[in-house]
């Protein structure tokens, strides 16, 4: 199992950039897919990016898609969210998961972390 610790959560104005980090406690490079989700108040957590170690395969949702990035990196066990051009909809509890395939990271992980706020403003 991996340990995933989020972080960059915060306030911003719509049309502003975030970054966030996932550290991992392991080396995810050679053993797990990557992803993050988000869960707005009210809401059901949805599925945000992925991406796959080998051969650089990313996912994203069609609401980020243009607007978010996904990459990582592996020297630092580490996975990121660079978030522009956000809009209040962005608004949410966002989560790094971890999962030993890309199917199992984009729809049931098994490995979550604690969740970083990010908040958008009008």
């Known amino acids: 199992q991996v340990q995933l610790v989020e972080s960059g959560g915060g306030l911003v104005q719509a049309g502003g950039s975030l970054r966030l980090s996932c550290a991992a406690s392991g080396r995810i490079a050679s053993n797990y897919d990557m992803a993050w989700f988000r869960q707005a108040p009210g809401k059901e957590r949805e599925f945000v990016a992925a991406?796959?170690?080998?051969?650089?395969?990313?996912y994203y949702a069609d609401s980020v898609k243009g607007r978010f990035t996904i990459s990582g990196d592996a020297a630092k066990n580490t996975v990121y969210l660079q978030m522009n051009s956000l809009k209040p909809e962005d608004t949410a509890v966002y989560y790094c998961?971890?999962?030993?395939?890309?199917?199992?990271?984009?729809?049931?992980?098994?490995?979550w972390g604690q969740g970083t706020q990010v908040t958008v403003s009008s």
């Open positions: 998961a971890a999962d030993t395939s890309l199917v199992g990271v984009r729809t049931t992980p098994k490995n």
């Open positions: 991406k796959s170690w080998s051969g650089y395969t990313t």
